[in-house]
């Protein structure tokens, strides 16, 4: 019997992205099913490709717009704009990313987030065309270099950070001795002057403590064990000195801890509301209705464990899947904790069980159209996707 089967993968983190994965995997199934039906919608939560993706799907054009990285190197940073709506679409990875950086540079106590805030500035200002000038932003900001509570970005839109003799903090691990935190003047040339910010999180995680951006993914941007302490005390105080002069504790709300702090910074210094990224992304695709439509579905990652059950769009496509009766697959470039995956895939398989990991990063869309094809034979041989393969 021919189904109808949605391919929704998620990027396969350094390999693959969510594109190449959706093909690489619908490529393997119609080589062992060539009737089913097959819908390709490559996915993303926020992170690493929320831009361009989300971009397709809203029908924005491409824009370049002179910034600066997480280094303060000099870039053309790639955003996007859909007039009709006046929204701007733009993605943190491509500004202030850490795949943008040499790896000596890769360190988030000299990094920060200065880029984000000039982007935001100049895609709001007027230019020759007031339609072409945004009004509201969606950004997306998995894949960032920096861990600076978006102390940079608030400085790139004017705001100051002062310390007890009133002189201005230039770096963001010196804001353990912030005392005063001054917005900018409303004619200042540096303001930001969208009207609405709306920021895209793949990770719930809160500013501060075990749970906190510089503990949890610090390490992975190369934040080392000495410079925790330093980097924590500067990040609670920026927190402490914001709920003093305003009464809001924001360090506490869900994704204010996402890409190093920039949840949080986004929505003290531009107002913007923090949303799940895959709730963006699937209002956009209209995922519901595809769902509706399909007797199966298979997704998938670079990684898939616990986390992906906790708030990642792998996890959150497998519930929209069981809400609406439809079984999922999930295939991953490495699987662990299966068993607490079970509750929501049908099946989850691995290119580590096929390969080395060595081969399946030099090979992964081969390894990964191998894997998928594995699987729908087994579905043929089963006959059924609503029974375990």
Known sequence: MALSVLIAPDKFKGTLTAPQAARAIARGWKAARPKDRLTLLPISDGGDGFGPLLAKLMRAKGRVTTSCDAAHND?????????????????????????????????????????????????????????????????GIGGSATNDGGFGMAVGLGWRFLDATGKEIARWPHLSCLKKIVPPEPENPMACLLEKVTVAVDVQNSLLGRNGCARVYGPQKGLRTRDMPKAEAALTRLAEVWESQTGEDAAGLAGAGAAGGLGFGLHCFAGAEIRPGFEIFAEAAGLAGLIKKADLIITGEGAMDRQTVMGKGVGELAKLARDHDCSCIGLAGQLEDALGLKELFLYCDALTRLTTMADAEAKPGHWLARLARNTAERLEANGSPTTVI
């Open 75 to 139: 870039i053309r940073a790639n955003w996007w704009f859909r007039g009709e709506s006046r929204t701007a679409i733009i993605e943190s990875a491509k500004v202030v990313g850490l795949a943008m950086l040499r790896r000596p540079e890769r360190n988030p106590m000299r990094l920060d987030s200065m880029g984000m805030g000039w982007l935001m500035n100049r895609c709001s200002r007027p230019g020759r065309s007031r339609q072409k000038t945004a009004r509201h932003a969606i950004i």
